[in-house]
Structures are given as structure tokens and as C-alpha cells.
């Protein structure tokens, strides 16, 4: 490998000849060795996009000329349309708590790259400087937040809104598949009376409209932007108008409606939005948890547990018992789930320790965590729907000898004959092994009506 030598005021560094970042982003790539882990492309793909906007608001003010401004937004074109150089974003998600290393990275592979068109060689930062013409009238203060809450919002729209449409659509043909199947209903994991197998899809197809419902609105609160409050949200350096240009060209650019947040400073200092985001998508992770340990009980069996759902045979479950299948879709759902929850302290945590005074220092941690939360509850639900839901079966004879068993068919009973003699009955059929109406007749209790009807299951839902 060859090096260019590079230097700022710190010094020189060695910098690798072929590289488009310079010496800032050299700095960041050996200071910040933690984690390994780097922003992903979404992010990277964002943060272009708000430059290319700030590049296009600074033309129209006459702030950049024609010919640095060509070159940048050919250098920003290549990362957004052929998905160029998204290799040259190498800094660890743990740095700065600004993300100004990540600001800094961006804004030199668009200079140097611009540069090169222009017929210069890359770390000279001329004629096209990353600091004066590429970051100009921003700051990484205003920059992350608005590429956070753009970033979040490609996440939402691309991927876990049509999932959740999906997982929508899969559960309602469920809903009307499993319409006439009566099953015993559980409370405590104790039998209780009846319930329709349906009813309890119904459960968590409200239960996902009621986080959807919860997403879109915070959803609203991600399109304000703080883009244009530069450091603090003060605007300082920012020429009047840069905000609403930029954000006009950001619209175009994304197609989403963007708006300025009407008090900068709090878009910079606290990230509540990204928090609120982040509680949603939790309470999202608790209704799918809730619903794929559901089916896996359900499912539980074939012979020692309740047995009432079959569950698609995707693979061998055990390495030792052959023939063992186990509900491996729902036992990854539910690890997805517990991982969001984690994140979302992670975020809270975050918000809370990191919104010191008038700058939030945690908006990589924060972010990042926020993005794979949405990575894989999307990857997860659509394996779910795909390997699980869509060939969920029901085990009706099992369902069936369950319900003939059922002691609380008795309460249907306790207008007619009282809650007492009902627990007695219920009792008596227990410690016999007997039906409901097995212990009726031996007891020789009279029922006003016919007892079959009675204690059909059907009757009590």
C-alpha cells in the first residue's frame, strides 16, 4: 500500500493513496479502534442526500460557484445513484458523540472526489475544500440530527411499514381461516371458558395497528429538522434562506415532506423524537413477542403439550432425538424482540445521560441502534409471515378432545344453577376424570333446558 501525506493542525499523517477520506477521517479510523461496527449504508446514503440539498440551497445564495458545485453534486450523484465509494466510510459508530467524525468523512470523500473530477489530486483540499465549500453554512451539530431522522424515515417507508402491511394481511386470512374453530380459552395458563381461535388472531392484528398507528405519528415528528441551526441552533454562519432551500431540495430529493423544527436548538441538544421512535417500535416488539410465543404454545407438542396448532416443518430441531421439530421462526422472533427492547434502553439511556446542556453527545449510539432496530424487526416479521404464519395449520381433533374435557363449560351454568354448585360439579368432574355432563346426570341435578345445548361451547362465545 502507498500513502499520501496529508496534514492539518495537529500535524501529518499518512493517509492511503487510493482512499477518498483524508486526514480527519485518518485521525477518526485510528483513535476510535472499538467496535468494528460502522454506520450502515442507509445512514451513509442519507447523509448524501442532506449534502447533496445543502450543496443545491448554497448554489441558489451564490455561496459556491457553478464549478466547485458541478463537481460536488457529480461526486454526490455517484454515491446516490450508483452507490459509489459507500466503501469509503470506514469510522466506528462509536466516536465523537456528534457523529463529527462521520460529518467530516463525508464531507471529504465528496471534496476530494469533486476535486479529482475537477483534474486535482485527492488531500490537497483545492480548489474544492471540505470544510468551506462541501460543509458550508452546516455543522455536524444540525447535520446528524437531520440525517438521523432522514435515515429513520427511509427505514420506515422501504421496509417496516410494507411489513407490517403484510404481517396485517396474513393475520386477517388467519382470522377468516380459523373462523370456526372454538378452542378452550386460558387464563393464568389455567383452562377457562371458550374462545374462537379467530378471536385470538383478532388480538394481534389490533395489536399491530394500534404500534402502526403509534409509528405514523412519530413519524410526523421525524419530518422536522433541525438543518440550518449550525452548532447550537443559533444559525450562526448560516446564510438567511439556507434553510428553506435546503429543505425544499431534500424534499425533492427523498420525496418525503420535510420540514424546519420551529426551535433548531432542540433538534441539536435532545433527541426525544428518536427516543419516541425507539418506545414505539418497543411496544411493537412486545406485541410480536406476545404473538409468537402465543403460537409457539399453541404449537407445543406433538403429544405432552397442547397441541392445538401445527406449525410449518421448516427444519430438524435436534441434533440428538430424531424427528424432533421445534418452532424455531418464533424462537428467532422472540430473540429480535428481547434485542429491540435492549436498544431501546440503550436509546433512553442515551437520551438521558447524553442531552447535556445544548448538545446531545450519544447521536451515533443512538441511531444506530435505532436503524437495526428497524433492520430486523422487519427481517423478522417477514420470516415469521414467510415460514410460520402463512402455514399455520390447526390440530381440530386435539382442539376438539380439549374442549369435551373442559370443566369450565360448567359456567355456563351458573345462572341456572349458582356459582357453588358449579365449583362442586367442576371438582366432582375433575377428581372423577369425568365430563361436565357426566357428573350432572350422576348427581341427578335437573336443568331447566337442554343440557347439550347448554354446554355447547359455541353458545359461550
Known sequence: MTFRIEKDILGEIEVPSDAYWGVNTQRAIQNFKISGKVFPQIFIISLAQVKKASLLANMELGLVDEKKGNAILKAADEILDEHKFLDQFPVDIYQTGSGTQTNMNMNEVLANRANEILGFPKGKKYPIHPNDDVNRC????????????????????????????????????????????????????????????????????????????????????????PIGGSALGTGLNVHEGFTEKALKHLTDITKVKFHPNPVKAEGISSHNTIANVSANLKLLALSLLKMANDIRWMGSGPRAGLSELILPQNEPGSSIMPGKINPTQSEALIQVCLQVMGNDSVISFAEAYGSILDLNVCKPVMISNLLESIIILTGAIKSFI??????????????????????????????????????IIAKRAHEEGKTIKEVINDMGIQIDGDIDEILDPKKMV
Open 386 to 423: 414467510l415460514h410460520c404464519l402463512e402455514g399455520l395449520q390447526v390440530n381440530k381433533p386435539q382442539i376438539d378432545r380439549h374442549l369435551e374435557q373442559l370443566l369450565m363449560l360448567v359456567t355456563n351454568l351458573t345462572p341456572l344453577i349458582g356459582y357453588d354448585k358449579c365449583s
Open 138 to 225: 452546516q455543522s455536524s451539530n444540525d447535520v446528524i440530527p437531520s440525517v438521523m431522522h432522514v435515515a429513520t424515515i427511509h427505514l420506515m417507508n422501504s421496509e417496516l411499514f410494507p411489513a407490517l402491511n403484510r404481517l396485517k394481511k396474513s393475520i386477517s386470512e388467519k382470522i377468516k381461516e380459523f373462523s370456526e374453530i372454538i378452542k378452550v380459552g386460558r387464563t393464568h395458563i389455567q383452562d377457562a371458558v371458550p374462545i374462537p381461535l379467530s378471536l385470538e388472531f383478532e388480538v394481534y392484528r389490533q395489536q399491530i395497528d394500534i404500534s402502526e398507528n403509534r409509528l405514523k405519528n412519530a413519524y410526523i415528528e421525524l419530518q422536522n429538522l
